[in-house]
């Protein structure tokens, strides 16, 4: 008998897809130090396309920032993000985070940075944004 687990990708996905549900938009929030793998979007957008069963839209605003092959330069970023999700989402550059629509439309994720301004609409889900006590 094995005992089934689930990854902290998983948990993250079944949250960002039922914020979603609820009409919410989940936004990944990255503090200025925090760089987060290329493999990450990939896995992620492969993850949620899955429990959802929807297609999935990312919003990426200005404050965002990628690390690895996406960093390269600054319009090559989206292509190569693009490309690397096109089997499970799209992704587009906005000044603004489009809300959530029903489920017959994308389900939207914003990738945000702290200077970024959030609607109220907006789940932020923040990552590496606290700072370091002594």
């Known amino acids: 008998m094995s005992v089934a687990t689930t990854s902290p990708l998983s948990e993250l996905a079944s949250s960002i ?3 979603g549900d609820q009409g919410r938009t989940p936004v990944i929030v990255c503090g200025p ?3 987060l793998a ?3 979007y990939v896995d992620l957008c492969q993850c949620i396309a899955v429990q959802s ?3 999935v839209q990312l919003d990426v605003l200005p404050g965002h920032r990628f690390a690895g092959r ?3 330069t600054r319009n090559g970023q989206f292509r190569r993000l693009r490309r ?3 089997a499970s ?3 587009r550059r906005s000044l603004a985070l489009s809300r959530q629509g029903n489920r017959d439309e994308p389900l939207v994720i ?3 940075g702290t200077s970024d301004h959030l609607p109220s609409f907006a789940m932020p889900i923040e990552l590496g944004t606290m700072p370091i006590r002594d």
């Open 38 to 40: 290329d493999e990450f």
């Open 84 to 86: 690397s999700i096109e």
């Open 89 to 91: 989402a799209t992704a």
């Open 17 to 19: 897809t039922r914020w």
């Open 70 to 72: 996406f960093a390269l």
């Open 53 to 55: 069963q929807r297609a």
């Open 33 to 35: 130090l925090l760089k």
């Open 110 to 112: 914003g990738l945000a």
